[in-house]
Nanobody, 121 residues
Framework: VQLQASGGGLVLAGGSLRLSCAASSGSVTLAWFRQAPGEERSFVGGINRNGGTAYYDNSVRGRFTVSKDSARNTIYLQMDNLRPEDTAVYYC??????????????????WGRGTLVTVSS
């Protein structure tokens, strides 16, 4: 599975950005992770295979929304009310194996190149 992410950039605190990730296969669970300098990669949000159920880390719940366009095999991460602590490289990931709402990086076999999100105060 190949993943192509886009949409990062620089935004002021309180602003919004939308990330996109196009997958070469639709039969996977897709998710977003992020990694800030000096920190481990952490789960942000994901969506199940049919695009019907999204799930989130508590740190972004209510501010970020994951959605999926199944016809395009593309997921989106709408990020609102961004905070400086959201600054990180964001990665799209795909899991071919079937897990229930996986949140651990090792559940995902495929990774896209990261896209940098910088939130300035």
């Amino acid at each position: 599975v190949q993943l192509q992410a886009s949409g990062g950039g620089l935004v002021l605190a309180g602003g919004s950005l939308r990330l996109s990730c196009a997958a070469s296969s639709g039969s996977v669970t897709l998710a977003w992770f992020r990694q800030a300098p000096g920190e481990e990669r952490s789960f942000v949000g994901g969506i199940n295979r049919n695009g019907g159920t999204a799930y989130y880390d508590n740190s972004v719940r209510g501010r970020f929304t994951v959605s999926k366009d199944s016809a395009r095999n593309t997921i989106y991460l709408q990020m609102d009310n961004l905070r400086p602590e959201d600054t990180a490289v964001y990665y799209c990931a795909a899991a071919d194996r079937r897990y229930n709402y996986p949140r651990l990086p090792d559940r995902y076999e495929y990774w896209g190149r990261g896209t940098l999100v910088t939130v300035s105060s």
